[in-house]
């Protein structure tokens, strides 16, 4: 966990103990979901505020501008939000916010934001920290003084709460930048190089309190660098670049590191580091270019070759073969291991831990041969083809779902697949070897189309990975659909009615699922029958897509019972339409409990698109199911209809 993100924490469960009472109808989350809401707007989300009518035009310009500053400014995914305090006066309440910036974990950002209840909702206020120009029903001196006492209570607590944060944050930071130095034996007992590995791991991390114990950078300059955009420390300060120390420089007490990022020739060069003993540790000396120039401004770039020692200037010439040929190797002890840190690389981003799963002095596709320039050329390109390929984030998801093994080799194949397209998805060969002497390490050049010696991969193996790549559509579908119930036959044998409650609390679940991506825990709330798996994924995909989309929202409304069968019925509310939209799930009994089927989501008729989606539905429970579950799915459709036209009848009315 971030040093920011614990104090954020802690600081929030202190203020537990500050904030008023939840009650009138107000819940702290409201603040929370409002944001959201505003987020997923496509405009500046002018719905979601209180905002007075009687105002001129000119007036409301204002205003919005006001919006577009909370939605494109304030309220930026970049933030996290938590209320830290918050208090009701009538139908008047004053939250106060703290934002913690990706990026800039030490930055203390404290907002307040005004409610007010109009028919029971609560609403936002415009203009943060007042109730200028919300909506209200003529004149009370006594709401004129609510507003008024929770204006001046926020403006007193922000104050507090920014001197409170900020004392905590430095707290905890310099804490944790002790517990470093005290407790890594890198920095207290390892080598020089060693500890210039960890001050570039701890860059990459973006771990302020890391970077702070292992070099001689100040706290306010590091917290200036996260926010860097331009110089060559917005690219130190992530992770897809390559650092590798190079041999000592004889009579310098030096440690030079290769760098080396493939899209960005800022940072392709060598940096020549001082390491000093300090106080029982070591302590890295940023060189004084990297820090501020003349004009005051951060270097855009490294130095180049005539301002290195004469020893390093070699190295520029291909400074990309420098830095892989001195990576440090990490090569795991199994294969499990292996492919878990070939994952988990892609994962966070790491391309200095995906690059070092690879040898880059021999060829274990050739029987373990030195490797010439242009074999190293080749190598690389195909292995950085393979990390862009595995990269790709059209797809969030990554797991393996074949694997065929002989003695010292591990073939599996790798799926890439987002949890809103659970049916489209890509398959790569992944190829992991044991290397003498070294351990289990990647293969990235290697593919499953092209022929290959038979002493390094039988032809048997090659053989049985090229099926599982044929039928990794059917794989993948059982892999994805392993936890779920194959359903034979619903029970249909006079039940007593199904609990509402119990249908409410299902569908919670399965909402929490769709909106968390967690696919495979949906295979305790699902089932389909036989056959029908893909239609269930592809269902389950819809509802993920639905759950992600800025247009329209989708909120619960009700449960419909019948005797074997329950409904639950859901309203979509589209931002750029005033009708709403109505559907329905069907809820049903098997031998594990209550099931929900997203793959026969019935929606309201109203118009000719509704009745091209509902029409295979139909077709396929007729032809799926049998009569039994036809006659209840129907006997709730007629229902759900009737509800929704007296539903309709009632907003026309009004």
Known sequence: MRVGNFVLCVWVLFAVFLRAEEGDGWRDAIALEHIEEVRKSLDHGKKYYSISSAISEERLKWVEMCLDDLKFRKFDERYDYQVIESKVLGDFCMTILM??????????????????????????????GSFLLVDEKGYSA???????????????RSRKHRLIVASEKEKSLLEEVKRYQANDAVLKSGSREDAVAFFFKMLQRRDMAGILASSDMQRAFVSSLFKEEESVWSVLLGSSYLYA???????EDIVSVALYHPYNKSLQSVMELGVEREEGKWVVGVPMGLRYGEDGKLLLKLPGRSDLHRSNQGYMGDIRKSALMHLDLKAYESEAQCSMAVLKAIEVGSFQNFMSLIDWKESFLEGGLELSEGDLGRLYSRALARWNEWRNQKFSKREYMFQVEQEGVSLRLMARYSPGRLTRFEVSEVLLAEVENKGWLLVPEFRIAEEVDEDVIS???????RMGVEKSQSIMIASLTREVKIESGYEFEGEEKIPDKQVEELYEAY????????????GTLVACSEGQEEKLLEAIGRDVRAQMSTQSSV???EVISGEN???????????????PEFMAYPVVRSAEGLKILPQYLYYYEHGGGQVIVNTPVLRRIKEVEGEEFLLAYQALRAKFNQLVDSEIDKNDNE
């Open 245 to 251: 120390i190079l041999p000592q420089v004889e009579g």
């Open 99 to 128: 934002a913690e910036e990706d990026g800039a974990p030490f930055d203390v950002n404290i907002m307040s934001l005004g409610f007010c209840r109009i028919g029971g909702a609560w609403k936002a206020a415009p203009v943060l």
């Open 459 to 465: 032809q048997v193996t090659l053989a049985e990975a």
């Open 555 to 557: 909120e619960y409304s």
């Open 142 to 156: 006594e709401r004129e003084k609510s507003k008024m006492v929770l204006r001046q209570w926020a403006e007193n």
């Open 511 to 522: 909402r929490t699922c769709i909106e968390q991506g967690e696919i495979r825990s949906l």
């Open 565 to 579: 069968m329950a409904w639950v019925v859901m309203r979509i509310e589209y931002h750029q339409q005033v009708d």
